[in-house]
């Protein structure tokens, strides 16, 4: 397992990468070229260990700071590290409720920080993603986003926390109108803004060449779904190449593409049909086929 932040404004560059016999995930974090500092963050825990001898699955997270440079960027870090490190120190648990706890425990942490002079009112925005057996489990506060490949279909997964989002849900706008809409960009839920928090869990099964994406708005603002699907499929089976280099297409796309907003991705290419993982001691966790 490799992370590596690099110098810049705000988070820098933040880029990682893991192969293990059962998935590869990638992760690339950069400010683009519209704004200064980058207020996103990321992160993953993903033993390299054979995971027989996990004790829990592995873990990928990205967040989207809010609250000025200063203070984003800090909400963002803090959610994540918290996250990782609730996740990889909490007592046993279902992984549903364990990646639920992760959430809530970013949440306080970053309403915590936010007591601190300089930081008041800053927040961020999370999506992390956890596989366990034959599932996949994805917890979301706010607007990032998460998505399903299988073949070259692409499906979102999570639903947007934002004023448009809930008028998308009312039908009381078209995608169409959600595209420009004034409204696009207030939020209605966010870790940060409350000690508790709401935080949606999302289960779907999980295939041999799935591949998951969670990303910042900097990218699923520029790139479409669709295009996300034909990406994907594009450089992995086309070109037979890894989750690192769909992470770098995808963020690329996005910054030739002038993207509004910092950009960010996390890539997890499910590589077999065995449950992830099959740690012996957990299996009563997760589900069986």
């Not at 000025?68 to 994540?80: F, I, L, W």
């Not at 928090?197 to 060449?209: M, N």
């Amino acid at each position: 397992m490799s992370i590596e932040a690099s110098g810049g404004a705000g988070n820098g560059v933040i880029a990682g990468h893991g192969v293990l016999a059962k998935l590869a995930w990638a992760l690339r974090s950069e400010p683009g070229d519209v704004r200064p500092h980058n207020e996103d963050y990321a992160g993953a825990f993903a033993p390299t260990t054979p995971d027989d001898s996990w004790d829990r699955g592995p873990l990928v997270v990205v967040a989207d700071g809010l609250g000025g440079h200063a203070a984003g960027e800090v909400a963002s870090r803090v959610a994540v590290e918290a996250a990782i490190a609730d996740w990889t120190r909490g007592a046993a648990q279902a992984p549903r409720q364990a990646l639920r706890s992760a959430v809530r425990t970013a949440n306080v942490a970053v309403y915590d920080a936010a007591l601190e002079s300089g930081r008041h009112g800053m927040g961020t925005t999370m999506t992390a993603l956890t596989l366990a057996g034959h599932s996949g489990l994805v917890a979301n506060v706010g607007d990032r986003r998460a998505y399903l490949v299988r073949g070259d279909e692409c499906s979102q997964l999570t639903s947007d926390h934002s004023k448009v989002g809930e008028m998308l849900r009312m039908r009381l706008i078209t995608p169409e109108q959600a595209t420009n809409h004034p409204a696009r960009s207030m939020l209605t839920r966010s870790l940060g803004a409350d000690a508790a928090v709401q935080v949606d869990i999302v289960e779907t099964d999980v295939a041999r060449d799935d591949v998951f994406i969670l990303c910042s708005d900097g990218l699923w603002d520029a790139v479409a779904r669709d295009e996300l699907g034909k990406i994907v499929s594009s450089v992995l089976h086309e070109r037979g190449q890894t989750a690192v280099d769909v992470t770098a297409a995808l963020v690329d796309l996005a910054i030739k593409r002038d993207a509004p907003d910092n950009v960010s991705a996390a890539v997890v290419h499910v590589l077999s049909d065995r449950p992830i993982p099959a740690a012996a001691g957990r299996r009563s966790l997760f589900r069986r086929r």
